[in-house]
């Protein structure tokens, strides 16, 4: 949503709700099950002004281990004063990202403002659960779901493992067909 600031910038008015549905842009490793209901206000008191919003965002991610869906929920909580297009340099801006947001023409982008925010707090790492085991380094079976039938490192002869590591390390070396 773009946000007209007119009125609050002409002081015609001090509190402008917002109260809107977002649907989230898609981001890479993260699914947005639902449109965010976004909620808040833009207020001036006395020429300083504010946007506020707040959203739940519930998410999905795949857990870094064994790559099972993760639900997620993440709270949003922006605030930030409201700075004229004018009054910083680019410079200024990029360096004060978590204290502003600038108008263009006396308009705001919440959408772009909301989903930057998203993508920068949405956890880099999820995990099913702390003491997920992970994927099966031969198979790929899901350990937590129950232990698959490859042999452990340890139980391996030896000399075979001996053998296999010289035969990944051969790359000229072609693996017999069976
Ligand atoms: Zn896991
Ligand atoms: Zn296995």
Do not use: W
């Amino acid at each position: 949503m773009i946000l007209d600031l007119g009125p609050v910038l002409r002081g015609e008015c001090k509190h402008l709700p917002v109260d809107y549905q977002l649907t989230l842009p898609p981001m890479e490793g993260v699914e947005f099950v639902e449109d965010l209901h976004v909620t808040g206000a833009v207020d001036d008191q006395g020429g300083y002004r504010t946007l506020s919003l707040q959203a739940d965002v519930p998410y999905v991610a795949a857990c870094a281990r064994c790559l099972a869906p993760v639900r997620g929920m993440l709270k949003i909580d922006f605030r930030r004063a409201i700075a004229p297009e004018s009054s910083m340099t680019q410079e200024q801006l990029e360096e004060n990202f978590d204290e502003y947001v600038v108008t263009e023409n006396g308009k705001l982008d919440v959408d772009r403002a909301l989903s930057e925010e998203v993508l920068l707090s949405v956890p880099y790492r999820v995990l099913c659960s702390p003491d997920c085991r992970g994927l099966c380094p031969r198979c790929g079976k899901r350990l937590d779901s129950g232990l698959c039938h490859c042999p452990t490192e340890a139980e391996i002869d030896p000399r075979l493992a001996v053998l296999a590591q010289l035969l990944e390390d051969d790359p000229d070396e072609e693996t017999p067909a069976t």
